[in-house]
């Protein structure tokens, strides 16, 4: 079994940062693209940004310049780092990833983590 694990989400006041890790565990073959989502209550869950295997990314219009994510893949980790929070970035952040499985290495599946809340406020 093939989990994306989330972790450090938390409380924050405004202008302050965070820094997310996502892992994938389990039976692992490769893992390609991977991101993070969030989804503020009553909003639908978007793209917050995204990383290629190489390296590339793409962020939110809302967020650069604020945001960096990066990854491990020596450590199948995905980390979003969050400078100069604002109260409008709370909201519950989902780790994103397509995972080939030792089972099935060309087929990619998409998996999604269990989410980690980022609450910004003073």
């Known amino acids: 079994q093939v989990q994306l694990v989330e972790s450090g989400g938390g409380l924050v006041q405004p202008g302050g940062s965070l820094r997310l890790s996502c892992v994938a565990s389990g039976s692992i073959y490769n893992v390609g693209g991977m991101g993070w989502y969030h989804q503020a209550p009553g909003k639908q869950r978007e793209l917050v940004a995204g990383?290629?295997?190489?390296?590339?990314?793409n962020y939110a219009d809302s967020v650069k310049g604020r945001f960096t994510i990066s990854r491990d893949n020596t450590k199948n980790t995905v980390y979003l780092q969050m400078n100069r929070l604002k109260p409008e970035d709370t909201a519950v952040y989902y780790c994103?990833?397509?995972?080939?499985?030792?089972?099935?290495?060309?087929?990619?599946?998409?998996?999604w983590g269990q989410g980690t809340l980022v609450t910004v406020s003073s």
């Open positions: 990383i290629t295997t190489r390296g590339a990314t």
């Open positions: 994103n990833a397509l995972v080939a499985t030792l089972t099935s290495t060309y087929d990619y599946t998409e998996l």
